[in-house]
């Protein structure tokens, strides 16, 4: 009992060795190629999120991949079904205001039969007025808004909420899905879009007609490509680093030594001389 309660360090070795042998494994059902994960993606997803092409770490592409896959769609938990996590989701990307993100995830909540009144009742924040949530659901929203910040903010009250009403291993699971989002919210600023996916514009136009706020394509026109980005950010630093030259040099704007460096240089040092 007592080998039990403190394991040898071998042990513990040997444990993180197995777990990460395990998860190579399960890592093996991804593909290595862009092309074979988009159609992995398409296949579990519905569509391809844009990120995946956009990755060129192989070991990246194929780890994210089967983080969305295994953490999302993969059902282990029945407290935790995926379109519980996907209006999750929605809810988080609509207090950050990712457009994109919204888009994603209404359409795989919406797939898997969220209608489209939950999901503008979750984005005006009436979640807890309206009769169509259940109490565990409502809870969930609460989780969901609580991780929408940065640090998260989920206090003592809605922690006693959620362990009232969901086993350990579903409020892992729940939490674990909103990290998800907050790695997804990160990787879309990183890699700007330009467009939904053809399934997700889609989507967005066919939904426009029932009355539902996703902004259309023509309408995220102003996200940047990420060459473009790159070179706004390189020619601001490019300027920054040939200002702080000039000034190391004692050189003005125009490439001229300045005056006060002329002076500053041509001036006795008289320290050194002897008296």
Known sequence: EQKDKNPSLPAIVSKMVRAAIQDEK??????????????????????????????SSMFVRRALCYTVVQGLVVEENPQAPSHLKYAMLYLQACRAENDLLKAHFAYLAHEHGTPLTYLTSLDEGTFGESEFFSEAEITAYKLAEACSTTPGNITTELAAELTDIYKPAAVIDLVASMSIGTLLQNITSAFPPTGYEPEIDYFVRQTKADG????????????PAWDEACRVVRG?????????????????????PSTSFLRRSTRLDTSQVKK
């Open 26 to 55: 399960a890592k093996m059902s991804v593909p290595i190629s862009r092309a074979k994960c988009c159609e992995y993606m398409k296949r579990h997803l519905g569509f391809c999120p844009y990120y995946v092409t956009r990755l």
């Open 212 to 223: 539902f706020g996703l902004k259309e394509g023509s309408e995220t026109a102003d996200w």
């Open 236 to 256: 601001s630093r490019a300027k920054s680093l040939k200002l702080e030259r000039q000034t190391s040099k004692g050189e003005d704007l125009s490439g001229k």
